[in-house]
């Protein structure tokens, strides 16, 4: 059961929220001031980072321990400028002998004066689609490097049949020949 905090305006939401989300989602409010600390952060961060809520609640600094070395200046930005942007955070977080990468979704909270006092969000794993990502990626490089070493002429055609790639240097190599599709990839 997740742990009931002193009644703070929106946390009980915040709770309510953290429950019904999916598990590789954590919600989370972050006070910036006075003085920093977690004020709530969701059940499903133990499943996500393997450090349940409770070690969050004694240390607030543990976030910039978790987050991988290279990210740790992109997360140190974020709570010194809390300021809510459009471009998509990605951060990358240790766990075990992995990294849990995720996508960062925030919104500043501001008190009376206009001064952000907080930082309400959720931490969504998406792991599984960077590792996706990352294949994709190795495909179209080996797809490049196959192209740009083979000896005869080879066309790759995009579905609107724009040409996206031709290893023959000229096109003058073909001759007369009419160029036909050999294999109609399509249909595997």
């Not at 740790?72 to 809390?82: H, I, K, Q, W």
Request: charged content about 30%; some cysteine.
């Amino acid at each position: 059961m997740p742990r009931r905090l002193p009644k703070i305006p929106c946390l009980d939401a915040l709770q309510q929220t953290a429950e019904e989300l999916r598990s590789d989602e954590v919600v989370y409010r972050f006070r910036l001031l006075p003085a920093r600390a977690f004020e709530y952060i969701g059940p499903a961060v133990e499943s996500m980072l393997g450090r349940p809520p409770e070690a969050f609640y004694r240390d607030p600094d543990i976030a910039l321990e978790l987050v991988v070395k290279e990210d740790r200046p992109l997360l140190e930005a974020l709570f010194a400028d809390p300021s809510e942007r459009s471009e998509r955070i990605f951060l990358r977080w240790r766990r075990d002998a992995g990294v849990v990468w995720t996508e960062v979704l925030r919104v500043p909270i501001r008190d009376e004066s206009g001064r952000i006092v907080a930082i309400e969000g959720v931490l969504r794993d998406v792991t599984r689609q960077k590792e996706l990502e990352s294949e994709r990626d190795r495909h179209a490089a080996l797809l490049q490097a196959i192209i740009a070493n083979i000896q005869d002429g080879v066309l790759a055609e995009s579905e609107d049949e724009t040409i996206l790639e031709n290893a023959a240097q000229e096109w003058g190599q073909f001759g007369e020949y009419q160029i036909t599709p050999v294999i109609d990839l399509e249909q595997y």
